[in-house]
């Protein structure tokens, strides 16, 4: 509990602060004290404030020490730490919460609500820079969103079925260049041999098909083919080119581990 605490920032305290204090997530009046307690005690250099008898009679000041009350204590205030650092990943993207609220409003039936809210969610992926194997996912969440909502008013004039096949492919062969360039660096490093599981496909696929839409799967493919064409340097020039071209389609660490990539050839 404690290590979990000593990661929060102060923002994140802030919040957490409140989190605990909401009836909707908690309404054990134990986890809030005990939460108050370690906020003060903050940042826990002074052991002797940290044991759980101590702690007990300091929040449960008038009663007789008891190893299950501090137990449940400790134990509901861990798990309402995890909610709201869960909550903090998933509100970090807001494609994320649009997309989960497109998808309830297609189930509740809403399809006036839906429509208009899958077009928000449409607009808002095609404005945001980001072009990484991502993108592919989320598209692939919208548009099969799109087919099980036409799909539930005629099954004879579904749309975005053939469009969330795309996506799905375009996320997974991305996923995999990836995965493979992964496997190939930590090989170099460590003699372990990884399985080249459906990757040789993956590249035929790559090699048959228009990539031009997708600057994850061009990126990746272009960084094996430069980890796996040592004596030939056409692909690592190559490889600078699309860095260059592309490198604010990437999230920053992203970008740092392809500049990496580059950086390990040379």
Not at 99 to 117: A, C, P, Q
Not at 179 to 195: A, M, N, P, R, V
Not at 215 to 227: F, G, L, S, W
Request: contains cysteine; charged residues 30%; positive net charge.
């Amino acid at each position: 509990l404690l290590e979990l605490f000593k990661s929060l920032d102060k923002v994140e305290i802030k919040k957490l602060r409140k989190w605990v204090r909401s009836p909707f997530f908690n309404q054990r009046e134990d986890v809030i004290l005990l939460f108050d307690y370690l906020d003060k005690n903050r940042p826990f250099d002074k052991p002797e404030r940290l044991g759980r008898q101590y702690i007990f009679s300091k929040i449960f000041s008038k009663e007789s020490y008891d190893e299950k009350k501090i137990g449940y204590a400790q134990s509901f205030l861990m798990a309402e730490i995890k909610k709201f650092i869960a909550y903090q990943e998933f509100s970090q993207d807001e494609m994320r919460p649009q997309i989960y609220v497109t998808r309830n409003l297609r189930k509740r039936g809403l399809n006036r609500h839906f429509e208009s809210e899958w077009k928000i969610a449409n607009e808002l992926l095609e404005k945001q820079p980001l072009r990484n194997a991502d993108f592919h996912f989320y598209n692939f969440q919208l548009q099969n969103e799109q087919y099980e909502y036409t799909n539930s008013l005629s099954r004879k004039q579904p749309k975005g079925l053939q469009e969330a096949s795309n996506e799905l492919t375009n996320y997974f062969v991305a996923q995999k260049l990836k995965q493979g360039c992964d496997k190939l660096s930590h090989q170099s490093l460590i003699s372990t041999e990884y399985q080249r599981d459906f990757l040789e496909k993956v590249l035929t696929h790559v090699t048959q098909k228009d990539i031009s839409n997708s600057p994850a799967i061009q990126m990746y493919y272009q960084v094996y083919k430069t980890i796996t064409s040592t004596k030939k340097t056409e692909s690592y020039f190559l490889l600078k080119e699309l860095l260059i071209k592309f490198q604010n389609y990437f999230p920053k660490k992203e970008v740092k581990d392809l500049y990496v990539f580059a950086i390990n050839y040379c």
